[in-house]
């Protein structure tokens, strides 16, 4: 639901949303970069259910672990170096929405589990942080 | 002009283009990647301009050049992982804008200058080959 | 002062408890590695304050970014992955802390200025930090 | 024993001495990077023969040979960076330990096996590394 | 066959041949780094095959598999920092050549594989561009 | 002279003496590895010199510091993974030439200069290990 609703505000946006990060800073950010490495290891848990090749199953797993820690990065360089103390204060759950979202891609979440349910809840969590991410912009 | 056609077109793309890539295959590509990382490198480069601090510019120098490498590796992923043949037989102006547009992120390119209009010629290539890639999505 | 102490206690410590972390997790965590990369931050930008050589103090930007970045990664682990819902109820102060420690480490901090006492400052930081982890590997 | 020795010992230090390695260089050197690294290692040893879950071993196995490669290359840089002639001469089985340390890392030591006996051979290279490190400390 | 007549215009080339590359750039470039990487995968490969040995098999599909991407990236970089529009000009298949090459290092060749016939495929694929490569260093 | 020997050496070799390294072991080693990142060095000391663009000298900087990190990588994983105690009784050197080699690489050699004369020494150096490593495959 909030997910349409998000898909439907992203129409709404100036042609270039998908922007990196550098930590100059160049000042471009964007969700969108840990929210495809969590499509990748949505990917790869249903890829890895789909198969019975051993081999295949394996390079899941392992291609999977590299990717949620990507997802992490990505994460983690928003809640640093985009946000701002005043951010804080106006969403004063930020911090613990990053802090398990994170954990949420990791050993407890996404890391731990070859379920593509897992990966959708970091979506899902992903998406509650572009909420808030794109309102800051509006108003920025 | 084709940039502003293309950006039309992204407001008509479903929900989630952003996407990522990893050679499971994980079946999830975007350009957007790319672009992410080319608009970082033109920030650099606007933010090197504008300053006059000499740390701060050296900095620039450096950081763009790790961005600049992460727009090569984008667009060759998606040139060896997602293009197929039947792709290459259709577009055959493809090989030719890869290798131009990879060269345009290097040392002839962005790399190789502080002009912010280099990355926009960057940019520029990469919406021209975003374009075909939505074209295949729609038909595939 | 203090830190003429700590290298004191050092000469009297036994050969390296120190500890790594990985998101298996093997369980084992240790401030030491924020600690560690923040003091070469520190002597990177003292060197560079010692030197009239051009090319050095080149290198020494360039190489105290990474070392910076180190210091950001190390730290996002141990507030991921080590603190648990608990850590943060016990010491609500530890977002906070954990925010305000990568920040200093980044682009308004260490990565932004040559003066050592960026890093100080950062070095600080990492040891309430370190003093908070020590007191709940004793309580658990 | 001498682990729980050293975990007491852990608890009366104060907040962290250990120190990073750059090749500025910053002249800050710690075998406790490699140290970390190395228990690391051997808690994945351990966590994989406690388990029988066959996804969570892969990734034992897969982590644990990123931590190994992690520990040869503190030790190289000690070796490379940090001991000079001077040392070798005289401590004259300072190349030989690091060779056999470096190769009780790799694939004939605790890359190639799961015992954490494995890895406990190499925690004690390293301490004899290590303890002659911090003479070569205390002289300089 | 080929490979033989590659080996033999090898012995005729000037004393040193491998080089490598940066994207300064330094103008140093050898298809002997992606040949090499092609080895490491083809004895993965090889001694996967060989053992029954749980563990070690595993290990080889997950080296198999870094070793591929550095294949992939060494012929990405031939193609976009070597060859010039001069080079395509004259060898048109040229593009199709590294796309194809790059494939059959990836998911569809030997990272999907465990079977040293692929990698001896992709090796014969370097081998034709090293053929290429060198009879331009000659009219260079 | 010793390097146009060892160059004539290099004519009697087997068809593909380029080979990569893995801790499989994939059982493939050679210094070439070592030797091209080597001669990257000396090719970005040569263009520093040769330029007198601000910008271009300091992207040579940095990518030369990468390259020399790459040297000594190279070098690291031949005397810990390729070379074995019967070598070192044969070569009692060895340890000491692989040491000054890496220091070569490192802050007090091409790290630490833009002399082509730097990168020179250490091609130099790298011929003596390459010397030696071809010896032990003939005889192995």
Redesign the interface.
């Known amino acids: 639901m909030i ?2 609703l ?2 439907r505000l ?2 709404l946006r ?15 950010y ?1 969700p ?2 840990a ?6 290891v949505k ?2 848990q249903e ?1 890895y259910q789909g198969s019975d090749d051993a ?2 199953k ?6 999977k ?3 949620a ?2 997802v ?1 990065h990505h994460l ?1 360089v928003l ?3 985009y946000f701002k103390p005043p951010h ?1 204060e106006k969403y004063p759950e930020l ?2 929405l990053f ?1 398990e979202a ?2 949420a891609a ?2 407890s979440g996404t ?2 589990s ?1 379920e593509a349910s897992k990966a959708q809840g970091l979506l899902d969590q992903i998406d509650k942080i572009a909420g808030i991410f794109w309102e800051t912009k509006k108003t920025a």
């Open positions: 997910s349409r998000l898909a992203d129409d100036p042609p270039l949303p998908a922007s990196a990060h550098c930590d100059l800073p160049c000042g471009v964007d969108a970069q929210r495809v490495e969590a499509e990748s990917g790869c890829k081999v295949f394996e390079r899941a797993v392992q291609i672990e590299e990717r820690d990507l992490k983690w809640w640093t170096d804080f911090h613990q802090n994170t954990k990791g050993a890391k731990g070859m």
